[in-house]
């Protein structure tokens, strides 16, 4: 089996350029950002508040999982980027933990 790692060439000119450059630097963020998304996905959840602490130890994330209060005050959403192989382990986890209407979602980039 072969492996492969992408490479991005620029000339010196086009690194000399102000304006090229600019434009280098936009393209390699959001080729970095693909690339980190590959092996990665969005879970979103909607959590009763009661339950939030054992929700949030379960999931791990790139930073903190995010939490937006729900029109019903005593439930929050939470979401958090997770590896994809984690998923299927995380998810029965989460639901046993409190956590119901669990959606896994692709993501296209992730910007560091």
Same mark, same amino acid.
């Not at 990665?40 to 602490?53: D, F, K, Q, T």
């Not at 939490?67 to 939470?78: C, G, K, N, Q």
């Given at each position: 089996m072969l492996e492969s790692t992408p490479r991005f060439i620029a000339s010196h000119g086009a690194l000399a350029d102000g304006a090229r450059k600019q434009q280098i630097d936009r393209l390699l963020m959001l080729l970095r950002g693909a690339i980190t998304a590959a092996t +990665? /996905?969005? $879970?979103?959840?909607? /959590? =009763? +508040?009661?339950? &939030? !602490?054992q929700v949030l130890a379960i999931l791990p994330a790139l930073s903190t999982p995010?939490? !937006? =209060? &729900?029109? *019903?005050? !005593?439930? $929050? *959403? /939470?979401s958090a980027v997770v590896e994809e192989k984690q998923a299927r382990l995380l998810i029965p986890d989460l639901y046993a933990a409190g956590a119901r209407g669990i959606i896994e979602l692709p993501i296209n980039k992730i910007i560091e």
């Open positions: +990665r /996905v969005m $879970l979103s959840m909607n /959590v =009763p +508040r009661e339950h &939030l !602490a995010t939490t !937006a =209060p &729900l029109a *019903d005050a !005593a439930w $929050l *959403d /939470v």
